[in-house]
T-cell receptor, first 113, second 111 residues
Framework: DVKVTQSSRYLVKRTGEKVFLECVQD?????MFWYRQDPGLGLRLIYF???????EKGDIPEGYSVSREKKERFSLILESASTNQTSMYLC????????????FGDGTRLSIL | GQQVMQIPQYQHVQEGEDFTTYCNSS?????IQWYKQRPGGHPVFLIQ?????EVKKQKRLTFQFGEAKKNSSLHITATQTTDVGTYFCAGHSGSARQLTFGSGTQLTVLP
């Protein structure tokens, strides 16, 4: 079974801090994704990566960056956290073909004070 | 860009009643996927539809993909309390690697 692990389930940070969210998958998947989930807005794609060191912007990349130095690990970085980035962050991975289902981690509930 | 609208946003039903959620895309989809997220959990893949007019069933759940491949629905017959959660549709457009998710329908089943 595919395992997608996010480093923290809950995280509290202060405005202006640099925040790192980590995601690791154990199935050698090519594609990895970062979403944020807010009530009434569904899942919105922040960034995704289809290979090591490759990244593409999603629908809401502003205020975020990502890093993929190894195939199994995809990091989301909030360069200078702001209160409007308080949200649930979900990482997902999938095999190369677009028809494959996405496998999600348990999510990180991030609060920016 | 591609948009996927999903209605209703919330639905409360009495146990045993039927439930339907609808999904509409602004562009033609190459496929559509459905996910279920239990309260406190993460989205879990349910099914994928690829062909125009396709209908698939999983026990009490029936999934349809429209003829124009721009809309889809999920129908649950005789809901049970285990059906509680948020149901999301998500579509791929063309050869895009990323999914566009609908806003989800949160289902509450009253015993």
């Amino acid at each position: 079974d595919v395992k997608v692990t996010q480093s923290s389930r809950y995280l509290v940070k202060r405005t202006g801090e640099k925040v790192f969210l980590e995601c690791v998958q154990d199935m050698d998947h090519e594609n990895m994704f970062w979403y944020r989930q807010d009530p009434g807005l569904g899942l919105r794609l922040i960034y995704f990566s289809y290979d090591v060191k490759m990244k593409e912007k999603g629908d809401i990349p502003e205020g975020y960056s990502v890093s993929r130095e190894k195939k199994e690990r995809f990091s989301l970085i909030l360069e200078s956290a702001s209160t409007n980035q308080t949200s649930m962050y979900l990482c997902a991975s999938t095999m190369d073909r677009t028809s494959q289902p996405q496998h999600f981690g348990d999510g990180t509930r991030l609060s920016i004070l | 860009g591609q948009q996927v609208m999903q209605i209703p946003q919330y639905q409360h039903v009495q146990e045993g009643e039927d439930f339907t959620t609808y999904c509409n895309s602004s562009t033609t989809l190459s496929n559509i996927q459905w996910y279920k997220q239990r309260p406190g959990g993460h989205p879990v893949f349910l099914i994928q539809l690829v062909k125009s007019g396709e209908v698939k069933k999983q026990k009490r759940l029936t999934f349809q993909f429209g003829e124009a491949k721009k809309n889809s629905s999920l129908h649950i017959t005789a809901t049970q309390t285990t059906d509680v959660g948020t149901y999301f549709c998500a579509g791929h457009s063309g050869s895009a690697r990323q999914l566009t998710f609908g806003s989800g329908t949160q289902l509450t089943v009253l015993p």
